[in-house]
């Protein structure tokens, strides 16, 4: 039996689910790597934007069936509504046994004050002109395809792997400074509102730093994505860590075997009793 890492709270985002860029093996191993008390899947976790039902494999439902099952057997799961998956914003403050969804949440945390949120609200793009939000996510899913067939093709000739897609935003200056006015916004809002700690998703640059201005500061993070950079954040003893795949997986947790073995129907009807059981649970 494998030893899971008890953390108190783990922060994942950006997932997307259902497009070609996803890495759903690489989070299934880390979610198997871990039993923290609370999980905060902080947007874009399913892409309906792009949501296709010929392309959506069985790795990605086992995904949605860990998480589900992660809250029936009492881990705390909130499911903060992105852009990508925005439909879910009509079910906002809804609560189903340990699995809530909302737009934004908030807690304290030894003392001092987080607040999560994915940030897409600060994206201008998405705000004004939605369909060309929409059709430079087609183009960065594109890339993200072409870049497996150039890795595929490294790897074979003993080379490193490279980001075709990392490369163009530390390239261009629009594209830092678009992450650098996020960043800001957000803290200054944090700094403004009295939270110590503002957790975001939505930009795919994880990150953990100290942001001050003449108010006062804050601890802005972001928990990076599972397309690209393979991050989530943790919380526990009193301090935030970004856990990065493929420099701190310890132990090769894979696909549970009863998870493995399970063809798509037997995982969709895993999911609808999770309810089910979780209240039995509440019931004894």
């Known amino acids: 039996m494998k030893i899971k890492r008890k953390i108190e709270i783990a922060v994942i985002s950006d997932v997307h689910l259902g497009t070609f860029g996803c890495h759903a093996k690489e989070l299934l191993s880390y979610l198997n790597s871990i039993n923290p008390k609370k999980l905060i899947l902080n947007g874009d976790i399913i892409d309906i934007w792009q949501f296709n039902k010929r392309y959506f494999p069985k790795s990605h439902m086992q995904v949605i069936k860990k998480i589900m099952d992660m809250a029936s057997e009492g881990i705390e799961v909130i499911y903060i509504a992105g852009n990508h998956d925005e439909m879910l914003r009509r079910f906002c403050d809804s609560t189903i046994g340990n699995f809530s969804i909302v737009n934004k949440y908030t807690t304290e945390l030894d003392g001092k004050n987080a ?29 993200i395809l072409i870049n497996r067939f150039v890795n595929w093709g490294l790897t074979h000739l003993g080379r490193e792997k490279y980001s075709l897609s990392k490369r163009i935003k530390n390239g261009v200056k629009g594209a830092v400074k678009y992450i ?22 939505h930009i795919h640059q994880p990150k953990m ?31 935030w860590k970004i856990y990065n795949f493929n420099y701190d997986k310890l132990t090769p ?17 895993a999911i609808t009793i999770v309810d089910k059981k979780s209240k039995k649970k509440k019931s004894k």
Request: glycine residues 8%; negative net charge; aromatic residues 18%.
């Open 115 to 143: 607040w999560f949120f994915h940030g897409d609200i600060f994206d201008v793009s998405i705000q004004n002109a939605k369909w060309l939000a929409k059709l430079g996510s087609y183009g960065y899913d594109l890339l």
């Open 180 to 201: 650098n006015d996020f960043e800001k916004i957000a803290a200054d809002l944090a700094i403004e509102q009295g939270y110590d700690y503002v957790v975001c998703g």
């Open 209 to 239: 730093l100290i942001k001050e201005n003449k108010h006062g500061k804050t601890m802005y993070l972001n928990s990076g994505d599972w397309v690209e950079n393979f991050t989530a954040l943790e919380y526990q003893f009193k301090r």
């Open 253 to 269: 947790f894979l696909v549970d075997e009863e998870v493995k073995d399970m063809d798509f129907q037997d995982l969709i009807a």
